[in-house]
């Protein structure tokens, strides 16, 4: 039983390019959660998404930033015209309707 | 939203040493999680334990639901367990909460 794969593991950008992380849950999972960690901080929550339905996206920056979780496929986390201070580790995080969460390996966001 | 702090900040110990680590969070919660993330980065489920004891080898915790706390104890400690421990929280809304964690490092 697969866990929780996200890919890349490592994106380098340039300012101003975008930015396209991959979560793919857990079998059995149909809820994924996104999250920021910049260095030394703990996990922010960015948005909370089902199959084909954006649930709560109050932690998502308005601009720039957009997710998705279509009927087939991964989830996408979209960052459009990066900068710097974009640069973190992004994770996502699936489970089941009020069980635990299981975390993917993360992607860690470089922008130049 | 609901507040999470965990204590202590740091934690330093020596290779066999026990500890406790603390979360209180400041209303009341569905789900509590503690996980280790380790110094590669990957984030480690410990215990799903939204009330109750729990133990797993030399891990072990216990969250008091109506005191609002969750405590999780390492016993023997050794150089594998040194990261990050973070406690993350669930309570009336599906937005989960983390504390900023406990780094703690084991020395040989």
């Known amino acids: 039983n697969a866990g929780v794969m996200q890919n890349p593991r490592h994106l380098v950008r340039r300012r101003g390019q975008e930015a396209r992380l991959r979560c793919s849950p857990m079998?059995?999972?149909?809820?994924v959660y996104w999250y920021r960690q910049l260095p030394e901080e703990g996990l922010k929550f960015m948005v909370y998404?089902?199959?084909?339905?954006?649930?709560?996206e109050s932690g998502m920056p308005k601009e720039r930033f957009s997710a998705e979780f279509p009927k087939e496929g991964p989830s996408i986390l979209r960052i459009q015209q990066v900068v710097r201070g974009d640069s973190a580790a992004y994770f996502c995080a699936s489970f089941t309707t009020g069980n635990e969460q299981f975390f993917g390996p993360g992607t860690r966001l470089t922008v130049l | 939203g609901i507040q999470v702090e965990q204590s202590p900040p740091d934690l330093i110990l020596q290779e066999g040493a026990n500890s406790t680590l603390r979360c209180n969070f400041s209303d009341s919660v569905n789900n509590l999680q503690w996980f280790h993330q380790n110094p590669w980065g990957q984030l480690i489920n410990l215990f799903y334990i939204p009330s109750g004891t729990k133990q797993n080898g030399r891990l072990s915790a216990t969250t008091v639901a109506t005191e609002r706390y969750s405590l999780l104890y390492i016993s023997s400690s050794q150089t594998t367990d040194s990261g990050v421990y973070f406690c993350a929280v669930l309570g009336g809304s599906y937005i989960p909460t983390f504390g900023r964690g406990t780094s703690l490092i084991v020395h040989p």
């Open positions: 998404l089902q199959k084909e339905n954006i649930i709560d």
């Open positions: 079998k059995g999972h149909s809820h």
